[in-house]
């Protein structure tokens, strides 16, 4: 569940990126969508309130493009559910983000020092990111042959937690997955109720969600957008199709099934103050510098309780700055983002994740950062496919 940093420079001495009126050149998000496609992605979509766009196979071995409508795994963009039924039941008095989570779980976590659910919630806590690689995927191979293996919700963070702490708890940043299953066990545990029940009856079904639902074992993606791939096998081996899978792994991390539409739907809500009251949407956007303590990594976002803000200023030439999240899993790559007061707002879909080479992470962005600035890439003679943003992966 990486999400890629856009390096807000492009590179020098290329066909860049280009302004174009509307009669000049295709839509600029189609654009972008086609370029990606044409470097290697096998399909993606795009949803904004104005606009659905595709292009690539839904499934590679089929003709057919995919489609902006379906459901598709949206990794990451789970977390923000999971926070914010968290900062619903803290609305509720059911919970305080300085609680200590070792008191309100006694015995999951092994680690003495004290742990909140704020710090949990915005990646301060220094828990583990992932499982240990021998209880995970170690090579890409391992994406294909693992595919169907379960985990006990609480096993997971067992599991996870047998590694030490990467800092002590308040005093870095460090991206989580871990924190959020523990997130997920915590809501359980105070509502009595299974996550995928929680978030059925606080979001998807008041806001009439109906292609979002948590899977657990169910390993189906019911009706796909298109199908996840990943080169699990080196080439000239093709492409492995990794839509079916069993993510029970990441019980409150990255295990939701959405739709472009849905999380659109979602988002606004959220920022609307729909989900939330006032005071607990601004602590959800009060945000930490998103750099890894223990790499020294900027990953090119700030970080809430839940929430990315990412600054696209420099790309956009105004001041341009969006909410939202990223998700990552094997074969679909997310970003749902959208301005705070502003009508622009959208939701990607590519379908290769994990093996992307550098040039194909940088172009699956692309789609996304068009919808709030106005550039459109402009297509070579050759017909090959451009790189546009230097990124660190």
């Keep these: 569940m990486r999400f890629v940093r856009v390096v807000l420079c492009l590179l020098t001495g ?13 839509d600029r998000r189609q654009a972008a969508l086609d370029a990606a496609v044409a470097a290697g992605i096998p399909g993606m979509t795009a949803v904004a309130p104005d606009w659905r766009g595709s292009a690539g196979r839904q499934v590679l071995d089929r003709r057919g493009t995919p489609d902006p409508s379906g459901q598709f795994r949206v990794g990451s963009v789970s977390k923000t ?12 008095h059911r919970l305080g983000l300085e609680d200590v989570v070792q008191q309100r779980l006694p015995g999951l976590l092994p680690y003495p020092e004290p742990i909140t659910v704020r710090q949990l919630l915005q990646h301060t806590a220094g ?24 985990f006990d919700d609480e096993r997971a963070v067992r599991l996870s937690t047998t590694q030490p702490l990467l800092f002590a708890p ?10 959020y299953n523990i997130l997920g066990l915590l809501v359980e545990h105070v509502t009595g109720k299974p996550l995928a029940r929680v978030l059925y009856e606080r979001i998807a079904r008041p806001l009439g969600l109906h292609s979002t639902f948590l899977p657990g074992d169910f390993p189906f993606v019911p009706r796909p957008a298109a199908h996840g791939y990943e080169q699990a096998y080196p080439a000239p081996h093709p492409l492995t199709d990794v839509t079916t899978y069993n993510y029970s792994r990441y019980l409150g991390a990255g295990q939701l099934i959405s739709s472009g539409p849905d999380l659109n739907h979602f ?3 959220l920022l609307g103050g729909r989900l939330l009251p ?3 949407l601004d602590a959800m956007k009060t945000t930490v510098p998103g750099v890894d303590t223990t790499t020294g990594l900027d990953e090119g976002f700030d970080y809430g309780l839940g929430l990315m803000r990412v600054d696209l200023t420099p790309l956009c030439g105004k001041p341009t700055v969006v909410w939202g999240h990223g998700g990552d899993v094997p074969g679909f790559n997310t970003l749902s983002f959208k301005e705070q007061s502003g009508p622009l707002q959208v939701t990607t879909l590519a379908t290769l994740d994990l093996t992307a080479n550098t040039e194909q992470a940088g172009l699956r962005q692309v789609p996304m950062v068009s919808e709030f600035c106005a550039f459109t890439p402009r297509p070579k003679a050759t017909g090959a496919p451009e790189r546009l943003f230097r990124l660190t992966l």
Excluded: C, I, K, M
């Design 278 to 280: 006032p005071a607990l």
């Design 81 to 92: 559910f999971t926070a914010t039924v968290v900062l619903q039941l803290v609305a509720e």
């Design 14 to 26: 290329a066909a860049l990126v280009t302004a174009a009126p509307a009669h000049a050149a295709p």
């Design 170 to 179: 308040g005093t870095g940043w460090a991206y989580s997955n871990t924190g």
């Design 267 to 269: 988002l606004s809500a």
């Design 127 to 150: 828990v583990p990111r992932d499982l240990p690689l021998e209880h995970s995927w170690a090579t890409a191979e391992e994406l294909d042959t693992e595919r169907f293996v379960h």
